[in-house]
């Protein structure tokens, strides 16, 4: 499907400014794109355009001050007219999702690109009322999107995913393209097993919550912003690299796999995490705690490197 060269996308209309789409904005002003924030949510302009201010002042930090053109829109079709790009970040409703996205693929030139925020969603069942279902792609990003560089792609056809790939690589992002559907994508899904095994460390009493926590952020969790689980096994293979690893190591991972739990979160359980966070957070409100979050991020993006460079 022909469309826009990368470098020729210069209008980008975001469908959802809150929390998500307000980040995705941030990033694509700094770019200097010019933006079409669309909600139907009255006076959102006031909450978006500090959400949005705010980023945009991180993303300087990193040195990007792009000045691109921020408008507001109340209505889809008015934000839509003569863009270049859509990045759709509505609720995680799977109706609301395939209404709208039917509704802006009606709406569109078929050469434009439609990208879905979904963080679990099918993207099979999210175009099923689309005209031109081929130029809908899911491109997931990782909360807050203008620091995370991870975009998880699942698109039709090979050539939409190499499109949105070059679009997303051109801001900076790393795309990663998933060979088929699958939910949770690849991000989540490895997400969502780690913390299971959190929740059943509380449950099964084995730790604090904090020093759970702490156990990730000061041992494996610093090796992983600068290689993933295979890569690192690789390494931690010796000179006979992963191969040796998986014959002489892999069975000692499979005994721990079989020993993982399968909590439920019952309200003892809930309970026990809410408390232990509330130690954790030692008082701090949400936004310092995000604040610190971010300002972490940004830390670590200034410093950081990929060990296995583009192929990690």
């Excluded at 079709?77 to 709208?100: F, H, I, M, S, W």
Aim: a negative charge; proline letters at 6%.
């Amino acid at each position: 499907m022909a469309g826009l060269e990368t470098d020729e996308i210069g209008r980008v209309t975001v469908l959802g400014c809150g929390t998500l789409g307000a980040s995705w904005a941030a990033l694509f002003l700094a770019h200097g794109l010019d933006v079409a924030a669309c909600d139907p949510a009255p006076g959102f302009e006031a909450s978006a355009g500090r959400a949005i201010e705010a980023a945009r002042a991180q993303l300087a930090e990193l040195g990007l001050r792009g000045q691109g053109a921020l408008q507001f829109y109340g209505r889809p079709e008015d934000a839509l007219a003569g863009t270049d790009y859509v990045q759709e970040n509505a609720p995680e409703n799977e109706a609301v999702k395939r209404t709208l996205l039917a509704e802006v693929d009606r709406l569109l030139p078929p050469s434009i690109l439609v990208a879905s925020s979904t963080s679990a969603m099918l993207r099979s069942a999210l175009v099923a009322d689309c005209v031109r279902p081929e130029r809908i792609l899911v491109a997931h990003p990782f909360h807050p999107p203008h620091l995370v560089p991870l975009v998880e792609i699942v698109a039709g056809t090979p050539a939409v995913a190499a499109r949105a790939a070059a679009f997303y690589a051109r801001l900076g992002r790393r795309p990663v393209i998933l060979d088929r559907e699958m939910p949770g994508h690849i991000a989540n899904r490895l997400a969502s097993a780690l913390y299971r095994e959190a929740v059943n460390l509380v449950a099964e009493g084995v730790a604090s919550v904090a020093d759970i926590d702490a156990a990730l952020c000061n041992g494996p969790g610093l090796r992983w912003a600068a290689m993933g689980p295979h890569m690192t096994y690789h390494l931690g293979g010796g000179a006979g690299g992963i191969r040796h690893y998986l014959d002489h190591l892999g069975p000692s991972q499979e005994r721990r796999w079989a020993s993982l739990g399968t909590p439920s979160l019952t309200e003892a359980v809930k309970n026990r995490i809410v408390d232990g966070i509330e130690t954790e957070a030692a008082g701090r409100s949400l936004e310092a705690l995000a604040e610190r979050r971010d300002r972490s991020l940004i830390e670590i993006l200034k410093a950081r490197i990929e060990v296995a460079g583009e192929g990690s």
